[in-house]
């Protein structure tokens, strides 16, 4: 790793991981505070017991309307759709920044005519995306321990560290796999497009997976279908998964490791 380069790329991305973060942290603090609130309305639990079953698979809302337990209620609010959306659009934004704009723009073609190597330039790269994925994770999970903290809600450390380990290697995926294509390809265009049309693949058989239970195999397509916010805090998810989900990074990121070390690049 090159220690100069990393502070260079790391002070852009990590100040981009710091907004998404606060952004998710004010969001969640939202969510949190009319917890204890709408927790007690009997309206809001009726109207939640009341929906079609379909959509309380998809959006995860439990047999008690959510509202029973803290966990559920934050596992599928904090830890639901839009965290899904808003950090896979960080990982794959921030992905395409480190290799394929800097090939589209010219200055890799510069900074490899320098005495730095190229594996050197792309485990730079990926210490920076996974320098950015970590702060944007720990502080999402602060904010959320200190705010059930503050509202005095009952908490167990462990459980959400847990889930957040497991939702860092699922983004650490979708980040190798974005940075797999950044190396692959000359355009910006043509990264972004390939890595948001598998995540959206991804994702959208996730969904499918939730609305019924004749689809429930598809979740064993998707990554996304390997994490289950609710099951992690309770303690069911299997180990296997965690690994799988850093494995599959492994093999994305020496797949762009071979590609760049191979690949043409002009200025």
Sequence with gaps: MNQALYRTMFQQQGKKALNYATGLTLYNLLLIGVYPAISQSLEV?????????????????????????????????CFGRVWVLVTGIYTISTADALIAKLVDQGAMAYLISSPVGRLEVLSTQVVVLISGLAVMMGLTGLGIWAEIIFFELAINVWSYFRLLVIEFALFLAVGA??????????????????????????YALDVVSELDDRFSWVKNLTIFGWVRPQEVLDGETP???????????????????????????HV
């Design 45 to 77: 639990a009726e109207l939640s017991a009341n929906l079609p079953n379909s959509v309380k698979r998809v959006f995860g809302v439990t047999s008690g309307g959510m509202l029973d337990r803290c966990e559920s209620y934050v596992s599928n609010q």
């Design 177 to 202: 796999y974005s940075l797999f294509f950044s190396a692959l390809f000359d355009e910006e265009e043509s990264t972004i497009l390939c890595a948001a049309a598998l995540t959206f693949l991804y």
């Design 239 to 265: 180990t296997w998964r965690s690994l799988g989900l850093f494995g599959l990074a492994t093999l994305f990121i020496m797949g762009a490791g071979y590609i760049f070390s191979k690949k043409d690049i």
